[in-house]
């Protein structure tokens, strides 16, 4: 047991280590198309204002949306950009770019380097600039939520971040899942547009699922989790039953996907050069 | 102990026939014509420690696919693969830790990003302690003549120093195993030259057994004592060189300049000549009837130049590729 954990912390460093060198780079990298950073940023920001009025107009019209009132709304908005900018700085950019990877046999190399393969497409490109904006119009817009609750409690903020982290190991094995089904597509661009799409519906409150509906945005496409938990949590909404769920969820879709994945991994063919 | 040993190895491609024009595509959506192609097939080597073997064969003879089986990228259909003892395609850590494989058509360094960067990110992938990465690189630096390029951005490198970069990049975990994919393909000559002293001066050094494919006989001649010819996935010949123009060619070529025109005409009609015009001949003669020629030819023409050469390995190449009809390949 003692020998597992050694072992798995001894990973952890090295990962996370890892991380920091690819980070490095791509800072390094990135710093060279300046001029993309900031069209990039500003574009996101407009977005977030746009989802920002839609809402408020909603609410000129409604109370509450599935129990939720506009500022816990806010805080719920404001929590998939911060979701969606995590997954930019750790993971999401490496699946839109595997498709290329594979035509181009870039791919080849993450399997022969002595790193997790999934670990190498994650890091390889992390970006800070690619969901920036939204990130931090996400930050503020659950700061403004959360000044404007007074049910809201500080306590309740370490407990949020946990349930941050669990929703990006959702929306993770999601993606794993689905991008496996690049080795034998070899085009992610499509693949990763229905991902999008499907994320962003988790701005919408969970509880206005219903029955098949409410499956669906559980266990098909986890959708409904990724914002709601975390966001339920600090506007104190949150019960136990909810958390239980999304940690089950996460627990069954990441091994599920690392193993769908892996399986693709030991099928790949490999672009002929 | 070998250090690779391949034992009827087959990799089978499932590939998909697609009628052409849109009307084909349209129907490749609802059904397709599998078809398996064979790779390579039933293929047996084994290389020892410190061997550096030339790997030649035509487009699609499946060189490259066995270097990704070799190197665990594919996983073989049938047979076995052991490199360092390790079976590849479970992509050992402690396995890929002690290999490398470099492919001369693919980019592995950061495009916008001086090599000395990729190296450093290289560096932290292999656990490569700082004090020992440095003297690697030293040394392949000096010799590989590289210190003014270290912080120029890849994409400004030509060809041939990215090469070298690339193979730097390989190197600085000190592999024990090292594949070559067409390491110097589109390089002018001298950039060439530079790579295949390069290996020839590592592999020496280091004891690290190579294995490489090229298009150029001059890779393959410089630096390898023993080839293994594949052809339609098979290895139709291993072992030396000069064993392979033996087996395959039984004549030698006899170059002839004439010292007057009117000799030309003697020549016409004679049996192997294979070039003729006024001032020159070439003639294929049967390796045992060279010494009974040349001493006629000489005799009887006024000949101002006579040699005698070997048939090139080119030609003994191609000769071994012509004996099977060529087929579509993978």
């Known amino acids: 047991m003692k020998r597992w954990v050694n072992k798995g912390a001894r990973t952890m460093v090295r990962y996370l280590s890892l991380y920091r060198s690819f980070l490095t780079h791509n800072l390094k990298n990135e710093m060279i198309y300046r001029a993309n950073f900031a069209i990039a940023v500003v574009m996101d920001i407009f977005f977030m204002g746009v989802n920002v009025v839609f809402f408020a107009i909603l609410y000129a019209n409604v109370e509450t949306i599935g129990g939720w009132n506009f500022h816990q709304t806010m805080v719920l908005v404001g929590s998939v950009g911060v979701v969606r900018e995590i997954a930019y700085l750790t993971f999401r950019q490496g699946f839109l770019e595997l498709g290329e990877y594979i035509r181009t046999g870039r791919f080849d190399a993450m399997l022969t380097a002595p790193m997790a393969p999934n670990a190498h497409l994650a890091f390889r490109h992390v970006s800070l600039t690619e969901s920036l904006g939204e990130g931090l119009m996400g930050l503020a817009l659950v700061g403004y939520g959360f000044a404007h609750l007074p049910e809201a409690a500080w306590s309740s903020i370490p407990f949020y971040l946990v349930m941050l982290i669990n929703s990006l190991l959702i929306y993770y094995a999601f993606c794993l899942m689905i991008n496996s089904a690049v080795f034998w597509l070899v085009k992610s661009q499509e693949l990763n547009t229905v991902v999008y799409y499907f994320i962003d519906t988790a701005r919408y409150p969970r509880e206005i699922y219903r029955g098949m509906g409410k499956a669906f945005f559980t266990f098909i496409v986890p959708s409904s989790l990724i914002a709601t938990t975390p966001a339920a949590i600090l506007t104190g909404r949150a019960n136990g039953e909810l958390v239980i769920l999304s940690l089950g969820v996460a627990a069954v879709l990441l091994s599920l996907g690392l193993a769908v994945w892996n399986w693709s991994l030991q099928h790949y063919s490999s672009a002929s050069s | ?330």
């Not at chain 2, 129907?27 to 192609?37: I, S, V």
């Not at chain 2, 049938?78 to 470099?102: N, S």
């Not at chain 2, 293994?228 to 996935?233: A, E, K, R, S, Y």
């Not at chain 2, 005409?265 to 020159?280: K, Y």
């Open chain 2, 1 to 330: 102990m070998a250090v690779i040993e391949v034992k009827n190895l087959t990799k089978t491609f499932k590939t998909h026939r697609k009628e052409p024009g849109l009307l084909g595509s349209i129907k490749g959506l609802f059904w397709r014509e599998a078809f398996y192609n064979e790779a390579v097939k039933a293929v047996s080597f084994s290389l020892e420690e410190g061997e550096l073997v030339g790997f030649l064969g035509p487009n699609g003879a499946g060189k490259t696919t066995l270097l990704k089986m070799l190197s665990g990228i594919l996983t073989p259909t049938f047979g076995e693969v052991r490199v360092l003892g390790f079976i590849p395609g479970e992509r050992d850590r402690a396995y890929q830790r002690q290999f490398a494989i470099v492919m001369g058509q693919k980019n592995q360094l950061w495009w916008d990003l001086p090599p000395a960067e990729s190296f450093a990110l290289n560096r932290d992938i292999y656990g490569v302690d700082p004090k020992t990465f440095q003297s690697a690189l030293d040394e392949m630096v000096s010799l590989l003549d590289l210190k003014d390029l270290l912080n120029v951005p890849v994409r400004q490198l030509s060809l041939g120093q990215r090469m070298k970069c690339e193979l730097v990049a390989a190197l600085l975990h000190q592999p024990k195993v090292l594949f070559l994919d067409e390491p110097t393909i589109g390089l002018d000559v001298i950039s060439q030259e530079k790579i295949r002293g390069f290996i020839q001066e590592y592999n020496r050094l280091k004891r690290t057994t190579v294995l490489l494919t090229s298009h150029y006989m001059k890779d393959v001649e410089q630096l390898c004592r023993r080839v293994l010819v594949i052809n339609h996935g098979r290895i139709v010949y291993d072992g030396s060189l000069e064993d392979l123009s033996h087996r395959y060619i039984d004549h030698k070529v006899i170059k002839i300049r004439f010292a007057s025109p009117q000799a030309a005409a003697v020549l016409s009609g004679m049996e192997g000549v294979v070039e003729l015009d006024a001032h020159h001949a070439v003639l294929k003669v049967k390796k045992k009837e060279v010494a009974q020629t040349t001493h006629r030819l000489l005799g009887r023409l006024p000949i101002e130049d006579l040699s005698v050469e070997e048939v090139e390995v080119d030609e003994v190449i191609r000769r071994i590729f012509e004996e099977q009809p060529s087929k579509e390949g993978g």
